[in-house]
T-cell receptor, first 111, second 114 residues
Framework: LAKTTQPISMDSYEGQEVNITCSHNNIATNDYITWYQQFPSQGPRFIIQGYKTKVTNEVASLFIPADRKSSTLSLPRVSLSDTAVYYCLVVLDTGFQKLVFGTGTRLLVSP | DTGVSQNPRHKITKRGQNVTFRCDPISEHNRLYWYRQTLGQGPEFLTYFQNEAQLEKSRLLSDRFSAERPKGSFSTLEIQRTEQGDSAMYLC????????????FGEGSWLTVV
């Protein structure tokens, strides 16, 4: 399973755009990039998943360059409620897999 | 919204007691997973079911741990003779058997062994 590397923590202010970059140098052809958000004492919540280029949903955007060795989660205009831990994972498209979580990026949004 | 449901949400038990957690996956999700998470760490894989078959178990799942999914719907995770090191959040997740393979987690069950 591809290992991911992401910053341990980031700070931001309300209304700013936050970009969290994740590196996954050993990503395989059949791997997707998936991001989860986790609030204290809650389970991880799926945010977004992509294979290449750009994916956007109502919560975030995911930018993936052509070599797919990294990806960037973009959170537009963050609010205090976006304070959470964000996990970047590389997952198979189909079939059983063990999700391998790192320690994630702890995002703190201040007023 | 019928997401993954876990019960109980919190459990405090004395060392040596047995505890059981229940997970109800999203309807029609035939894949079910158990993870464990300790403070400051990401979740760690424990075991995986496809329908009623337990197909994968982590080395973290000692012989005091047993998981079942008897009818391919809900699942239980039992911990026998609990130890203080078992204190953690136990997460259940489910996913459908189709491409896209997004895994959805429940809210978790917190275990405190005193």
């Amino acid at each position: 399973l591809a290992k991911t590397t992401q910053p341990i923590s980031m700070d931001s202010y309300e209304g700013q755009e936050v970009n969290i970059t994740c590196s996954h140098n050993n990503i395989a052809t059949n791997d997707y990039i998936t991001w989860y958000q986790q609030f204290p004492s809650q389970g991880p919540r799926f945010i977004i998943q992509g294979y290449k280029t750009k994916v956007t949903n109502e919560v975030a955007s995911l930018f993936i360059p052509a070599d797919r060795k990294s990806s960037t989660l973009s959170l537009p205009r963050v609010s205090l409620s976006d304070t959470a831990v964000y996990y970047c994972l590389v997952v198979l498209d189909t079939g059983f897999q063990k999700l391998v979580f790192g320690t994630g990026t702890r995002l703190l949004v201040s007023p | 919204d019928t997401g993954v449901s876990q019960n109980p949400r919190h459990k405090i038990t004395k060392r040596g007691q047995n505890v059981t957690f229940r997970c109800d996956p999203i309807s029609e999700h035939n894949r079910l997973y158990w993870y464990r998470q300790t403070l400051g760490q990401g979740p760690e894989f424990l075991t995986y079911f496809q329908n009623e078959a337990q197909l994968e178990k982590s080395r973290l799942l000692s012989d005091r741990f047993s998981a079942e999914r008897p009818k391919g719907s809900f699942s239980t995770l039992e911990i026998q003779r609990t130890e203080q090191g078992d204190s953690a959040m136990y997460l259940c997740a489910s996913s459908p058997q189709r491409s896209g393979n997004t895994i959805y987690f429940g809210e978790g069950s917190w275990l405190t062994v005193v």
